[in-house]
């Protein structure tokens, strides 16, 4: 386990540097690509095999509604009352949602996540957002701390309680979570909201790795991995063109 957990810093931090020169709206879609949970499936399937992989890469995807209802819980609560009761309701949102998705029969969890994942972006809250004047490196250090969280939790939690726990643990939002409370306590409510906005846009591309691995991993093992990559940036390439950039000054 002690590779994984040192790989997904490590492609974490490569693609948390865009946050520095794009805002935080670019933060968030970064930070909600399945890069560290690509590596968990990684990890998961060495250590407990591809079946294991696929049924936690299957609970993640179903799960996808209750990472949209944080994002819009937590921007709606954040913008009116403060980053503490937006970070509180986002994650009990999450919690509830995800209790209720575990009762879905299955198929009608996938037509649930899509028609979630089209309402998101319409439901989070509209706020103007001036560029900021200094970028640190705090983002990339907790989100490469956030990338480890994931992929240790993922791991512990399928060989304790199954890979249906591990994929809801691995699906919650950490780094996003983490990225908005930096963005709030650096640059005021409005780029926490534009953060979670970001997380919200794309999610489509971690429910489409998710989708992918969920298939193809018993058939075709390591290499769904690959395949969920591909289709990842299939659906990245769509929803990159809606996120609202705002450039930064050059450190």
Same mark, same amino acid.
């Given at each position: 386990m002690?590779?994984?957990? *040192?790989?997904?810093?490590?492609v974490?931090a490569a693609?948390t540097l865009?946050e520095?020169?794009?805002?935080p709206s670019?933060a968030?879609?970064?930070?909600?690509l399945?890069?560290?949970?690509a590596? %968990?499936v990684?990890a998961? +399937? %060495?250590?407990?095999g591809?079946?294991?992989?696929a049924?936690?890469?299957?609970?993640?995807?179903?799960h996808?509604? %209750?990472?949209?209802a944080?994002?819009?819980?937590?921007?709606?609560?954040? #913008? !009116?009352h403060?980053?503490?009761?937006?970070a509180?309701a986002?994650a009990? =949102?999450?919690?509830?949602v995800?209790?209720?998705?575990e009762r879905v029969? &299955?198929?009608?969890?996938?037509i649930?996540?899509v028609?979630?994942?089209?309402?998101?972006p319409r439901?989070?809250p509209?706020?103007?957002l001036? &560029? @900021?004047?200094? !970028? #640190?490196?705090?983002?990339?250090v907790l989100? /490469?701390?956030g990338?480890?969280?994931?992929v240790?939790a +993922?791991?512990?939690?399928?060989r304790?309680?199954?890979p249906g726990?591990?994929? +809801?643990v691995? %699906?919650?939002? =950490?780094? /996003?979570?983490?990225? =908005?409370?930096?963005?709030?306590t !650096?640059d005021g409510?409005?780029?926490?909201? #534009?953060? *979670?906005?970001g997380?919200?846009r794309?999610l &489509? /591309?971690y429910?489409?790795?998710c989708?992918t691995?969920?298939f193809?991993?018993?058939? @075709? $093992?390591?290499?769904s991995?690959g395949? $969920?990559?591909v289709?990842c940036?299939?659906?990245?390439?769509l929803?990159?063109r809606r996120? &609202?950039?705002?450039?930064q000054p +050059?450190?």
């Amino acid at each position: 386990m002690l590779i994984p957990l *040192l790989l997904a810093p490590a492609v974490m931090a490569a693609a948390t540097l865009m946050e520095r020169r794009l805002g935080p709206s670019a933060a968030g879609w970064a930070g909600a690509l399945p890069v560290a949970f690509a590596v %968990a499936v990684i990890a998961v +399937a %060495a250590d407990a095999g591809p079946a294991t992989a696929a049924a936690m890469a299957f609970s993640a995807a179903v799960h996808v509604p %209750a990472q949209v209802a944080l994002g819009t819980v937590f921007a709606h609560v954040l #913008h !009116r009352h403060g980053l503490l009761r937006g970070a509180v309701a986002g994650a009990f =949102t999450y919690l509830a949602v995800a209790l209720i998705v575990e009762r879905v029969p &299955p198929m009608l969890a996938v037509i649930v996540a899509v028609v979630v994942l089209w309402w998101g972006p319409r439901a989070m809250p509209s706020v103007p957002l001036r &560029p @900021a004047s200094d !970028r #640190h490196w705090s983002v990339t250090v907790l989100t /490469c701390a956030g990338a480890a969280a994931i992929v240790a939790a +993922a791991v512990l939690s399928s060989r304790l309680a199954g890979p249906g726990l591990a994929g +809801a643990v691995a %699906a919650f939002p =950490t780094m /996003c979570t983490m990225l =908005t409370v930096v963005a709030v306590t !650096r640059d005021g409510a409005a780029a926490g909201v #534009h953060t *979670l906005a970001g997380l919200v846009r794309s999610l &489509p /591309c971690y429910l489409a790795f998710c989708f992918t691995v969920a298939f193809a991993a018993p058939a @075709a $093992g390591l290499a769904s991995v690959g395949l $969920g990559l591909v289709a990842c940036l299939a659906a990245a390439a769509l929803t990159w063109r809606r996120v &609202p950039l705002v450039l930064q000054p +050059a450190a």
